[in-house]
């Protein structure tokens, strides 16, 4: 039996062109994208309850996130090689 795709709601009642979705981050200011958070506050919060000692490396996969600043404000040492 083939499976039918489905559209997510956003797709369903706002179609957007994918790849100008995608890309908005080239017109747009950091702070004007739907993804932007001040204050990555979830993120945070896991990172601290994973208990990694603030040398050891964290990747960052986020396009114009913050999260850096945050973890650097908080002690986390950046990577030097």
Sequence with gaps: MK?????????AHNPVN????????QTKAP???SWFQTRPAI???LIEATGISKDEGI????????LVDFLLDAGFQANKS
Excluded: M
């Excluded at 499976?3 to 797709?11: A, K, S, W």
């Excluded at 990747?59 to 913050?66: L, M």
């Design 59 to 66: 990747i960052d996969v986020g396009g114009g996130s913050v």
């Design 43 to 45: 993120s945070l919060k």
């Design 18 to 25: 994918r790849k100008e979705h995608w890309n908005q981050y």
């Design 31 to 33: 702070d004007d994208v």
């Design 3 to 11: 499976r039918q795709r489905t559209r997510c709601l956003h797709e």
